[in-house]
């Protein structure tokens, strides 16, 4: 089942910030059969960098099946009504 749109506005995951997040840190995972996002955090414009940076160099809890892949974390852009696989890549 795919993930359903977010109708929400979520906060900057940097610590102490707590402005619109308008990234997300994540990475495509898949199993062959199915795509999604494995989301690592979201970020407002001003720590999207930094939380990319934290997430890329912090060994990964995701433990695979056979079969599954993990791909490295991107940012991608936040749209309202938007689902996971259609959100663009910024980074």
């Known amino acids: 089942?795919?993930?359903?749109?977010?109708?929400?506005q979520p906060?900057?995951?940097?610590?102490?910030?707590?402005?619109?997040?308008?990234?997300?840190?994540?990475?495509?995972?898949t199993d062959g059969r199915f795509r999604e996002?494995?989301?690592y955090g979201v970020a407002c414009?001003?720590?999207?960098?930094?939380l990319l940076?934290?997430?890329?160099?912090?060994p990964s809890a995701t433990r695979l099946a056979e079969g599954e892949t993990i791909e490295p974390p991107y940012l991608y852009?936040?749209?309202?009504g938007r689902r996971d696989t259609?959100?663009?890549?910024?980074?």
């Open 86 to 91: 259609e959100l663009e890549r910024v980074g």
């Open 1 to 8: 089942m795919p993930a359903a749109p977010f109708a929400y």
């Open 53 to 58: 940076e934290s997430a890329r160099h912090k």
């Open 77 to 80: 852009q936040l749209a309202p």
């Open 37 to 39: 996002l494995k989301t």
């Open 45 to 50: 414009p001003d720590h999207g960098w930094m």
């Open 11 to 29: 906060v900057c995951s940097a610590e102490g910030c707590g402005q619109p997040a308008t990234r997300k840190i994540a990475a495509v995972w």
